[in-house]
Nanobody, 115 residues
Framework: QVHLAESGGGLVQAGGSLRLSCATS????????MGWYRQAPGKQRELVVR???????SYADFVKGRFTISRDNAKNTVFLQMNSLKPEDTAVYFC?????????WGKGTLVTVSS
């Protein structure tokens, strides 16, 4: 059974930084494409960034230059370093794994950016 657990969310002032982590159980991590999505109140879930099993990244335009995704295959963990945070970055951030076409999701971690 695959389990994804996000951590690292919290309250931060605009311009600040947070680092999110997503620990993955099971044996799928190293062969999975991993991603971070977010959902703000009243809005649809949207892709923030993905990283393939080979390390290729793809960022949404609204986070380019501010957020950085990385993965540690030895620890089955993916990270999201978020810098220069803006109030519009406020959302629940979800971790996603795609393994042979099957999607797995974490329960999310709340990020709140105050102005």
């Amino acid at each position: 059974q695959v389990h994804l657990a996000e951590s690292g969310g919290g309250l931060v002032q605009a311009g600040g930084s947070l680092r999110l982590s997503c620990a993955t159980s099971g044996s799928i991590f190293s062969r999975s494409s991993m991603g971070w999505y977010r959902q703000a109140p009243g809005k649809q879930r949207e892709l923030v960034v993905r990283i393939t099993s080979g390390g290729t990244t793809s960022y949404a335009d609204f986070v380019k230059g501010r957020f950085t995704i990385s993965r540690d295959n030895a620890k089955n963990t993916v990270f999201l370093q978020m810098n220069s945070l803006k109030p519009e970055d406020t959302a629940v951030y979800f971790c996603n794994a795609i393994y042979y076409g099957v999607n797995y999701w974490g329960k999310g971690t709340l990020v709140t950016v105050s102005s």
